[in-house]
């Protein structure tokens, strides 16, 4: 597989926007970019703002996206968009010739869906010169969409012959790419690690209010644990308490960030992931409860996820 | 304050053994280690062991262990034992003239017991030459006990004035030394981290097995959490999945580590203590209720508590 | 308070519609009845369908009943909506003259939201000639509601002068109807039974499955219960598990009853409320999580909550 | 099967002792009891106040108590004590000849054990003239064990032959004698019954609290709840609120009832149970917690298991 000189980009949201302005800004000034979203407004924005980067033009839909570029990527919020996206008769993806073509979906949705998409994929591809699709799930929030510094999980084995190709394309994006092994396994990992650390941010922000209203600092404590036992991305990184991480959303009046709503949403999949698999989900539906409970709120929806913390009633400090 | 001349050990338990056998190491040669424990065989074994490395001599109460003691250290299973060893009319430690000297608590126990002792020290305190009490409980297990290694979380204030010989002294048996601010702190400390670190160990075996049931290999997602939000201590040092951190218990068979009826009770310890100042505790209540079900169980107690992957019903990789 | 003689009702839905037709049969039928609802179809087929039993006629906004009748009945989804209809400038409830008007809120909804519209409702009344508004919820489902043997919980005083006229009114829909009290709480009745009925559900789901599980036939044990410490409503008229209740949703492939996501909201109102007056919610939370996850699955949705007994993966005698 | 006509009892603790004497009042005075327990001064004291209805001989072993008496009942506090009783080499049950005779196991204990003792009698019966073995744990608490009211749930077939001699038997000590389908199944329905009203008591716990902090008089809203989808039990005729059940333990101190350790012991049984035969439990890991962390606290310790209520923090309206 060599590099595409052709693309399309469909879903211009608040993730997709500024992935598909790093795309744009990065791959060489003379090939196309054909875009696509449901919302004229962003893709009208979309063209005047990154056409001074090279040629972007609007497709009327999906399918006259994929007909005019070797290489499609799709970011969109559900399973039932991207099987839209790729399946809906006459105007999707799969209504276009894709024979050779490269087809990056960078949603995450449940897997279900995605297996789906990528049988479709294959049923309709052509011998000898097959469509190929990955699923590619992204973490690091609309501040790694905008810096170029997401991390990728794909579902792609790490000797694939292909590998080297997506690599290079999703570098132009991001930071780390990393090969999961296989099809669907960028969006197990996806799930699997969101899960965890949805479970690690509530741990963290109920033992931090435990340890403030015991009396302790929470950055001499937040400190102490960085090299204990209860040491975590969740502490040391985007701790939920104001002021312990100054760059974290919670010290910004829990600003910017994963949106709560978003993080419900991913252990919503990792949960039904696990009914399919039957794996025992234990704290998850508790984890379930408090996601949900505080995503229903006003004041908590639209937040960074670990305004959890603010949900228990835990002591904010003084900034 | 000025480095104890003479020491005094009571409880040579799993821990208390290997500390006070560096401590006897480390402390000059002519200094001497009074020492007691309720199962005289220990007592024995240890003057046994340790009396290539200085003097050792039994005492027969705790009371004994003060009087000829500048310094005593305890190291005993709950809170009623500390308060058996420290108030017990007649042959505790407040029995004897303390005056001037150094009480260390190393235990892991209820807060209201360590601060029902602390006063109790602090009322019986000679004015103008106090008595001085300490909470400074470890983690690190019985490898950090056996290497030193320990690391202290110690109720006094970093600006204290007695803090470097507590220091100097806690050093002879740990490394990282942490001052958590004042009186009863550092078992604030260790109840919050531990709260912490069970339920990163439960959520991580929650999502490991997850993720291997969805086809991921263990050590290549593991690997990945280790730059991302699901990562923790519970992954990178301690995972819970057989073979994915080779030093780690459950790569031994769940062998050594830290007894899963330790860290039940370590939680059941946070739970109570969130009780009384009423820090809510949500994931917590799920994460006690799957400790205390899984110690029950003679397949699983005195094993690590990462063996609750194994409860989970989790997929063991061959070694 | 005298019985009223004209009537008005806002909110034709699921269950509005067949209270409103009771409502419509059982008033003297020389009365009118005002009826208002955002779905024009839903009004029209009201009108078509109830015009034998007396005159019904279309009110173009909220205001327009109030206007013209001396009782008004909501039954609308949410708080938000209760909100718009009473409270929107122009067009709602209290931008008619309301004065000694009676209005009633059978909405199952938030707190918050009631006693907004309870103190706005306060606010605009005539001096000497007051508006009164009642929080009346029900329980009963469509069923009830078609059968008119709804259960009303009522935010009233049982030896309130107006408590009988109100009596009177709801005994035109429904069989027991309850004074809770005083001002908002016939609401906080209704979330705190279906705050226990849900768990309820969910335990007697589990241990009916574990049951099954080890061999017990499900109708022996159930029955068994009904006069044991397991026994409830959850167990004896709304068992989960299929032919255990003939005549409940169960057996008849979950249909009918009260719908999961209903139930999950209700659930979530309760939670809500709990955290406004500092009630602890400990199985609550990972009760939401399993009817949020429920709830979100295409096999669940819209069924009967008991489903939750499928989604537990319980094991379905063939009927 | 006939009636036996001499009988032992192996257990006299809380629940064994009034069994025992009921037994014994009721059988005819001409025939023998012979009694053992690990407590001489219960043996002692049972002796001296039950001799007055008939003969009562100390057996210095179980096996002695089997070699002497056509039926045995055993009621011990676990697993290993039922085993150790049945299976100990030299003074065990199985040490004596126990052809045709009727072995009862009344005691609450794990599956496992029981089916293992089961499989002993078994294998240990002689051709010809069988032993037979039930598990028939009760429930009532030691109120219905002192007035002769338990329900017995009974590992046996409604129309097994020998039933109606077993029914006969356990109606001297209790009321409702349910036969549940066969061999472990009285177990499994208690257990399974026990997790259930675990949970209810729980969720009722929860549900009055929130009720009565949100202003309803809890006799008010227990009686709603009592033809409502909330009702229960454990709503009913064990409500965890003092004063709503005048008769029940949480209106006398919560003394009597049922001991929360008890309660905790059979939630994990239960739990241990729907492992071996992958029942998912979800609010069962929770309530556990709860029940876990209450019972270690002195305060809880030995009460009725509905002082978690109190537990919670629950308002407890004046006596």
Redesign the interface.
Known sequence: MTLPQSFGWIGLGAMGYPMAMNLRKRIPTDSILLVNDVDRTAVERFIRESSEFGRVVEAATARDVAEQSSCVFTMVPEGRHVKDVFLTPGTGILAANTAGKLLIDCSTID?ASSIEVAEAVKASSAVGNPTRFYDAPV?GGTLGAAKATL?F?VGIAADDPNFPVLRELLALMGG?I?P???Q??GL??K???????S??A???A??????I?????PK??SN??K?????????S??NPVPGVCPEAPSSKGYEGGFKIQLM?KDV?L??????Q??????????????Y??AS??PRFRDKDARIVYR???GIEPKL
């Open positions: 897997r973490s991390t999980m780390a990393h999961m092994g296989g669907s396994l197990a990992a799930l699997s690690n969101n899960y965890i650390s479970l690690n509530l741990s963290t109920e033992g931090m209010n435990l340890a209203r015991l009396g302790l600092d001499v404590f102490v644990m090299t204990s036992s209860g040491g975590s991305y969740a502490n990184v985007y419900k919503g990792a949960i039904d992931a696990a009914r698999v039957d794996a025992k989900v234990v704290l998850g539906l508790t984890g379930l409860g408090v949900s409970a229903e709120d949900w228990l009633g």
